[in-house]
């Protein structure tokens, strides 16, 4: 290639080959995508869409992190069974040739007719055909800030944030070579307390939106065993936990190893789908592989639990052990079994019982079912997502969009405890 072309390249002022970003395959030697930073010359940002055109200098900056989400097992599992339509992307920033941020990204197409499961006619309708192609800052799989991370020692989160923000708009506005453009950018669960994220996408005219809190149980030191989560009940919220325990007693709980998850994946599939299914929204949709892929890359830090009456698999739910955060993930059940035996309710005890035998010290249960979620103790924390559209003129319409999509949920929240000292 000749040295001018290759310069061109290298300051993101010139598209690479298609052949070096094909999609369906892991290309032998992927030649990435390079940004130039021009509010931070001695900076430029690597865009990569295959973890192995990266790993090296990830790997260097991700060692020095505890946050499992941003660890090579688990994104080369999401890479190798994604949600549907749902591209990993991979963004290293450099300082000469140190990498100092890394960002986890996806590039994921919004049908909205094809993501709105429920609700009347006229929401189908006025949104059947709208389609958003975007590039989002975060993972869609997942609930909180586990979008990237700077190496102290060589950057600051002011500066990081600023880096990463100027790698996207780019990205916005110029796209990547053999990628739809997009239509708009995302940074994903934003803690309100995250002064300097905020701040920065704020002046940035990134429009703020919440998008249902994220249920958090934080788990008592005191707590040895799940009797003793019991016996922090007030007396009416531990009648009612032994009551929905009792009606569970004829389910008999096991972790698949990954041999049982490979000759049952389809059954997996068939439970999450049937609760994905009846959701006002869902903004991914799994492939029957995903579960194994976790279980092969992350071993005993997930787990598949399913959930047998006699010899009739029932429903399963699945965790991930994130230092000492256990992540409440995707769930599936039969859902005529569900008032019989209590069975979302009895996996929520499941997980709380297994977050405590670990050593855990919360569980997050992430977004939905708030109600029932804070009846078993956990408290919602907000979180806040940041969008952009690539037309100006969009993003005030853009706030009302997102506001009539989000479900619906009129909920009571619940405090079963006692006073905790």
């Not at 591209?87 to 007719?113: M, N, R």
């Not at 990463?164 to 990628?179: F, R, V």
């Not at 991930?320 to 955060?325: A, K, L, S, V």
Request: glycine share 4%.
């Amino acid at each position: 290639m000749p040295t001018e072309l290759f310069s061109k390249y290298c300051t993101g002022t010139w598209p690479l080959p298609a052949r070096f970003l094909a999609n369906d395959h892991v290309p032998a030697k992927e030649v990435p995508y390079h940004v130039a930073l021009k509010t931070h010359p001695a900076c430029r940002t690597v865009v990569a869409r295959h973890f192995a055109a990266v790993e090296s200098d990830w790997n260097a900056l991700a060692a020095t992190q505890s946050n499992l989400f941003l660890q090579a097992p688990y994104l080369r599992a999401i890479e190798q069974a994604p949600p549907v339509g749902l591209t990993p992307c991979y963004l290293i920033v450099y300082k000469s040739d140190t990498p100092v941020v890394i960002a986890y990204c996806q590039i994921q197409s919004f049908h909205t007719a094809q993501h709105l499961q429920s609700g009347n006619r006229m929401r189908h309708w006025l949104f059947k055909q709208l389609k958003i192609n975007a590039f989002v800052c975060g993972n869609l799989t997942l609930t909180g800030e586990h979008n990237f991370a700077y190496h102290p020692a060589h950057t600051d989160a002011a500066t990081a944030v600023q880096m990463l923000q100027e790698t996207i708009l780019h990205l916005l506005h110029q796209g990547l070579p053999n990628t739809q453009r997009f239509d708009a950018v995302l940074f994903k669960d934003v803690h309100p307390q995250s002064k300097i994220t905020t701040d920065a996408l704020t002046q940035k005219k990134f429009i703020a939106f919440p998008f249902q809190p994220n249920m958090v149980l934080a788990l008592q030191p005191s707590w040895h065993s799940f009797n003793d989560y019991l016996s922090a009940m007030s007396s009416k919220y531990r009648v009612r936990a032994r009551r929905a325990l009792r009606k569970a007693q004829a389910i008999q709980w096991n972790t698949w190893d990954t041999t049982t998850i490979a000759q049952y994946q389809n059954e997996l599939f068939h439970l999450y789908q049937k609760i994905a299914d009846a959701a006002d929204f869902n903004a991914i949709s799994l492939q029957p592989s995903y579960f194994l892929s976790l279980k092969r890359r992350l071993a005993d830090r997930f787990d598949v639990v399913a959930g047998y009456k006699e010899d009739t698999l029932v429903g399963f739910f699945t965790t991930i052990q994130n230092g000492d955060t256990l992540e409440a993930h995707f769930l599936g059940y039969e859902p005529q079994y569900n008032p019989d035996f209590q069975l979302y309710l009895n996996m929520l005890y499941q997980i709380i019982d297994r977050g405590i035998a670990c050593g855990a010290r919360r569980i997050v249960f992430a977004r939905t079912a708030m109600e029932i979620k804070s009846s078993v103790g956990a408290e919602p924390h907000d979180l806040f997502c940041y969008i952009r559209m690539r037309r100006p003129w969009l993003n005030p319409i853009a706030r009302w969009v997102i506001r009539y999509l989000e479900p619906r949920s009129q909920w009571q929240m619940r405090h079963p405890f006692r006073d905790l000292v």
